[in-house]
């Protein structure tokens, strides 16, 4: 996977005058880089009214002999994080249009526009390449230089930001779009194993006889009908001077790298889309990948549970009772909701390690449509601080994260005349997104915990300037965005940040 470079900031007299011009600028301000040919050129564009609709706008000016492209990008004030990503992605876009081969990015002056500025450059400007057959047919990205107006404040900073929170969002697109023959269990274990030497990290993957050994019914089960067997993979950052005690930030990443519902198999329409059930671990994958660069000063471990779900004589059935890791029994009731049983395996063996917090994503359910069409992500918790801190850090990701209840009556519809518990229920009116999150719920004790079902946004079915038709690493920006806040705390805790938070 190819990951963006950390842009190098130029000042204004760099910018070359033979190549083409992004210009991002705040309402009320007007273009103003310092550069007395560009900024006359932007503010003709400017007080012309081609601007007036809020998009980016092209147009060509001369000089020295030539017609070169200007883009002007206006941003409102400090906008949302989606509509300044956009005005960033489609500049890119209109300059790759025209097979553009170099340009000039002139940032805005300060602010958390500028991290989503380089966010939206970034997306637009990525392209996937695939391990296998498969291709990004859009047009070359462009090779960009990028420039600071000369009163720009705390600009590196926010660029770093910026770029930290698109490895991860970026990783997390790459890994959902490999094709699920190529990005098999095995592949993915792979792929945690080269990133965690290149980072340092240390990792321990236990495979089917360890799953066995250690109980993980859950895990076994689901992987019961491929031909590829189950792994719990645990990825640790722990910095050098961290004393042993130090409870680790856990993520925990439901990653299916297909899904075809097992024995209650899928509705063929739309299952090609079903390599995207691993987008929790893409999400938890991209999050390493930014921790790899950032290196905080806290301990945080990833979990992944890697599983394929088929059909064969093998497979899991409805009406079998497994027995999880933590000894729970339970009957299955519909093989195609598989990912809350690995998921109650790993959120066991998160409890076991001492956490600070744990936080999964999985793409869980479907009903999730039905609550947000494909906007916002469904949050379950079991700590308000922790739920703020995450609220906090989705001002700048725009994720849209929403707390829903974890309310105790939804315990009795996994009752179960079999077993401890069943892991799906049948009756139509039952709610069954908050039903799964119940159901995870019994497997974390009293951990402060964090669920993101992320099922809804985590397919772009519509192409835009930020990304193609596709995944859209749903997840990974908030998580990222968080692990960057609480690096920047002197005191990482939740309720500090909170407490300051009420007191602004």
């Known amino acids: 996977m190819k990951q963006p470079a950390l842009p190098r900031i130029g000042r204004p007299e760099t910018i070359r005058p033979d190549q083409p011009v992004i210009v991002c600028f705040q309402d009320g301000r007007g273009p103003a880089t310092g550069v007395a040919w560009l900024d006359e050129a932007a503010d003709q564009m400017w007080r012309s009214g081609l601007c007036s609709d809020g998009a980016a706008t092209l147009a060509l000016f001369a000089r020295d002999g030539q017609s070169l492209p200007l883009v002007v990008a206006p941003l409102k004030g400090d906008g949302a994080p989606w509509d300044v ?100 269990p095995p592949r993915f274990v792979e792929y945690c194993m080269q990133t ?68 209650s198999l899928k509705n063929p329409q739309d299952m090609d889309f079903m390599k995207a059930d691993m987008g929790g671990g893409a999400a938890v994958f991209g999050a390493m990948a930014m921790i790899a660069e950032l290196r905080p000063a806290f301990p945080v471990t990833a979990l992944f549970a890697v599983v ?59 009903a999730t449509l039905g609550t947000f069409g494909p906007i916002g992500t469904t949050v379950f918790a079991n700590d308000t601080a922790w739920f703020e801190a995450l609220a906090r850090a989705d001002e700048r990701a725009g994720e849209m994260v929403w707390r829903m209840p974890l309310w105790p009556q939804y315990r009795q519809f996994l009752e179960s005349p079999v077993a401890d518990l069943r892991h799906y229920a049948t009756t139509g009116q039952n709610g069954s997104t908050p039903v799964a999150a119940a159901f995870l719920s019994q497997f974390i004790g009293a951990h402060p915990w964090l669920h993101l079902d992320i099922y809804n946004t985590c397919w772009n079915h519509q192409a835009n300037p930020l990304m193609p038709k596709g995944p859209t690493g749903s997840g990974s920006r908030v998580l990222a965005q968080l692990i960057l806040n609480l690096a920047a705390d002197a005191d990482p805790s939740p309720r500090s940040a909170l407490t300051e938070r009420k007191s602004t």
């Open 85 to 184: 990503r956009l005005r960033a992605a489609e500049s890119i876009e209109m300059l790759c249009a025209r097979r553009q081969g170099r340009c000039t990015v002139v940032l805005p002056p300060g602010g958390p526009a500028v991290q989503w500025v380089i966010e939206g450059i970034l997306a637009a400007n990525h392209r996937y390449e695939s391990a296998g057959a498969a291709h990004d047919d859009r047009p070359a990205p462009l090779e960009i230089d990028f420039v600071a107006p000369a009163d720009a404040v705390g600009i590196e900073g926010a660029v770093r930001a910026g770029w930290l929170t698109s490895l991860a969002a970026l990783a997390a697109r790459d890994l959902v779009t490999e094709p699920a023959n190529i990005l098999t």
């Open 308 to 366: 394929e779900n088929m059909p064969d004589a093998c497979a899991m059935r409805p009406s079998d009772v497994i027995r999880m890791a933590n000894g729970t029994t339970v009957e299955i009731i519909n093989t195609d909701a598989e990912g809350r049983l690995i998921l109650a395996d790993a959120l066991h063996v998160a409890a076991g390690l001492n956490p600070r917090v744990v936080i999964d994503l999985a793409t869980l359910t479907g």
């Open 196 to 263: 965690a030497a290149q980072a340092g990290f240390e990792t321990h993957v236990m495979g089917k006889a360890g799953l066995e050994k250690a109980s993980m019914g859950g895990l076994l089960a689901v992987a019961s009908g491929s031909r590829y067997e189950p792994y719990l993979v645990r990825m640790e950052w722990r910095p050098a001077d961290s004393p042993a005690e130090a409870a680790p930030v856990v993520l925990v990443g439901k990653t299916v790298t297909f899904d075809s519902g097992g024995i």
